[in-house]
């Protein structure tokens, strides 16, 4: 049986607390007497490629262990997001999601460009942003890096990256089982984890979920609550010992999400200022051609669109996500080879107008695939010069349509895009004496992208099509320098500049004109750059620790979609994003602990001399937690509450009238859990959004000449209870 002691609970209870903080702080009890009796524990992270302890680590790293996600059931990138400072998510109704850093993110609109914030998952880049959205299963920690990484992290990690670790067998029997029951929208859920030995060096470990979340916003036309979400997902992971100390570990992930409904509202012209809190709505009758569906060729590609009813609207997402990662030992070096496969297919039915005038209906339906290869070697640390040198390859495919039947008429956009691109990357530490640092990277990549379009604009002929097809070539070199000062044992200072990239983007939208994408100088908008500079200090106290950043990122060309009358419009344009944060850990008492973090940003569109969109000006999230005295034999309680808040702020792109109630005023969130836990089982009781908070997180003027608007409903409270069994 496996055995959880108190030290253990109380070390796992405070790493799942730390994610208010860009670093972590996880402290065993033996003794809760006397605060003497007290052992740190340090936390190892991965972020720079080696193993570290994390306060040592410089930079903002927050680290989210599995108490936590558990505690205020973070399943999913949304709820993880919505627990960091200087950050934010939102995924519009049909399904494109946007996480933005320190105010920077690629907007839900443009389905092709790429992301300025990474995901990797085991080491390994999800490519597209809808893999956002896949259900959080079985995770053993999720890391979040702030700021520019793409020395290490390379494309697309401009403000930041997530890594997202799962479990992996640990060579003896073991496992779980988790069930759960939602009692405000009557959402259930399961989860489970097994590890297996086979042999004595081939472990095995099988993960599944399957899980039903009820809708909150009432659909009166068709008669059901939206959104309503089915997730099913199973992992099987592989950890092999050679006789010649290689660790070999492979993955396969399959996961199907189905979502029918949209849990969005529509407010008309004069009955507004803000989003008030409407959570039903009825939407006008289909347009005439989504009565008829679609099919036809264009210049030899079947370009196809199914018959939409209002009760077809929702969406499905396809992953299989495949992985194997060989650790080599070379001497005192270790080479590390992570090969990934990725495969997803996206269908959604989406509405965007609800009433009429235009009424509009649209349909995406993408298919992606992408093979990326990464080998590094890895030199020991400790060392008066500590390296990583390694190669990256990755070549992506993605096919998309996007439809849209308005009224009796139809348009849509076709791309058919190939890229592949390889880089070269090395960091280095050099210690220039005991207690300072010089860290340097580059990394340098070239980059191919070929794509082919074809559209029918709302002003043409049914048959009047065109195509365009365009490629472009770049390289690009990016880099960063920081200095690391250990000014005590204590007190680590730190300061650093450093640059990336995220290449140019395929626009994509609904054209009114074929005109309006074949015509164009290009079919890519820019290359987006920036410029980060930021300092820091991280200071351990006795009883906890303080730490603080602040930055100063300079984008250009930053990558935007936005909305105009229900169109998609993709444009550039140079944006400003300067701020602080703070953190803090602190013991109050021997069985309470508080985690603070706090941020402060300024973010501007400096073209347009504009605010951002999904860039509150200030953000705090603080978590109190009570671990109990032994109440009965091998029987203790937790007790977590946290209280999450976030300015006005805009949900959407701010330049002209058309966008003026985009803005969601403050919101302060209050999420709680009790839990009584023993070796063997655990019965837990949590809420989020305790008082009922009533906002959107996504909206957009609705297509027409009047200024109605579009909004995303945010989920209100939701009280559950879960049950685990560990063996």
Avoid: C
């Amino acid at each position: 049986m496996k055995v959880i002691n108190k030290s253990n609970l109380m070390a796992y209870s405070l790493l799942s607390l730390s994610i208010a903080s860009p670093s972590a702080y996880v402290a065993a009890q033996e003794s809760k007497k006397a605060k003497n009796d007290r052992e740190e524990m340090e936390v190892i992270v991965t972020v720079n490629k080696r193993k570290e302890s994390l306060l040592k680590v410089s930079g903002s790293v927050q680290v989210m262990g599995e108490n936590l996600l558990q505690d205020f059931k973070l399943d999913d990138m949304d709820a993880v997001v919505d627990f960091i400072p200087n950050a934010t998510f939102s995924a519009a109704p049909s399904g494109t999601p946007v996480l933005a850093i320190r105010g920077i993110g690629t907007r839900a609109g443009g389905a092709m460009l790429e992301q300025d914030v990474g995901l990797f998952i085991d080491g390994v880049w999800a490519g597209r942003n809808n893999q956002m959205q896949a259900g959080l299963m079985d995770i053993e920690a999720i890391e979040v890096l702030k700021g520019t990484q793409a020395t290490l992290y390379g494309r697309n990690a401009l403000v930041g990256v997530v890594s997202v670790t799962t479990k992996k067998p640990e060579g003896e029997l073991e496992g779980n089982v988790k069930a759960g029951y939602e009692f405000e929208n009557s959402s259930t859920s399961i989860e489970g984890g097994l590890s297996l030995p086979i042999t004595d060096d081939f472990s095995v470990r099988i993960a599944g979920m399957h899980e039903e979340i009820g809708g909150w916003v009432k659909n009166e036309g068709v008669g059901r609550d939206e959104a309503e979400n089915t997730n099913d997902s199973i992992r099987l992971t592989g950890v092999y010992y050679t006789d010649a100390e290689w660790i070999v570990t492979g993955k396969v992930q399959v996961t199907e999400q189905e979502q029918i409904g949209n849990s969005a509202v529509r407010l008309l012209e004069g009955t507004f200022t803000e989003y008030d809190g409407t959570d039903s709505y009825t939407p006008a009758a289909e347009p005439a051609a989504a009565l008829l569906g679609y099919s036809e060729n264009a210049f030899g590609v079947d370009i196809n669109a199914p018959v939409i009813l209002n009760s077809d609207i929702g969406s499905q997402r396809d992953f299989v996500d495949t992985s194997l990662q060989l650790d080599i030992p070379m001497g005192e070096h270790t080479l590390t080879a992570i090969s990934g496969f990725n495969q997803m297919d996206y269908q959604s039915a989406f509405d965007p107008s609800i009433l009429g005038g235009p009424r509009v209906v649209s349909w995406y339906d993408e298919d992606y695939e992408q093979f990326s290869q990464e080998l590094r070697l890895t030199s020991p640390s400790g060392e008066n010069f500590d390296y990583i040198v390694g190669l990256f390859y990755v070549q992506q495919t993605i096919d998309r349509l996007t439809f849209q039947y308005l009224n009796d008429d139809k348009r849509f956009w076709y791309g058919e895009q190939d890229m592949d691109a390889i880089s070269a990357f090395a960091s280095g530490t050099y210690r220039l004496n005991d207690d300072t640092r010089l860290i340097a990277g580059l990394r340098y990549t070239q980059e191919n992208k070929d794509a082919d379009i074809i559209v029918l604009g709302s002003n043409e002929d049914p048959d009047e099509f065109a195509q365009a097809s365009d490629s472009v070539d770049e390289n690009t070199l990016d880099g960063s320098l920081t200095l690391e000062w250990s000014a005590s044992d204590a007190l680590l200072l730190y300061a650093g500049v450093a640059t990336g990239s995220k290449r140019p983007g395929l626009a994509s939208g609904n054209p009114v004109n074929n005109a309006d994408f074949v015509n164009s100088t290009s079919l890519f908008i820019p290359t987006e750059e920036i410029v980060t500079i930021e300092a820091g200090f991280k200071y351990q106290l006795e009883n906890g620790y303080i730490n603080s950043s602040i930055f100063d990122m300079d984008i250009s060309d930053f990558q935007n979609a936005g909305f105009s009358n229900g169109n998609i419009v993709i444009s550039s344009f140079d944006v400003k994003s300067r701020g602080i944060e703070i953190d803090s850990f602190y013991y109050l008492t021997d069985s309470i602990t508080m985690v603070t973090g706090l941020g402060f940003m300024d973010v501007e569109d400096t073209t347009n001399d504009a605010d951002v969109s999904g860039a509150p000006k200030f953000s705090a999230n603080m978590t109190f937690t009570y671990e109990s005295e032994e109440l009965a034999d091998d029987l203790y309680m937790r007790a977590s509450v946290n209280i999450n808040h976030k300015s006005s702020h805009w949900l959407n792109e701010t330049s002209g009238e058309s966008n003026q109630f985009n803005e969601i005023d403050a919101v302060t969130l209050l999420n709680a859990n009790i839990s009584l836990i023993n070796s063997a089982y655990k019965v837990a009781l949590y809420t989020k959004n305790l008082t009922d908070e009533e906002y959107a997180d996504f909206s957009f003027n609705a297509p027409g000449a009047n200024n109605d608007y579009y909004f995303s409903v945010a989920q209100g409270r939701t009280i559950g209870v879960e049950a685990s069994y560990f063996f």
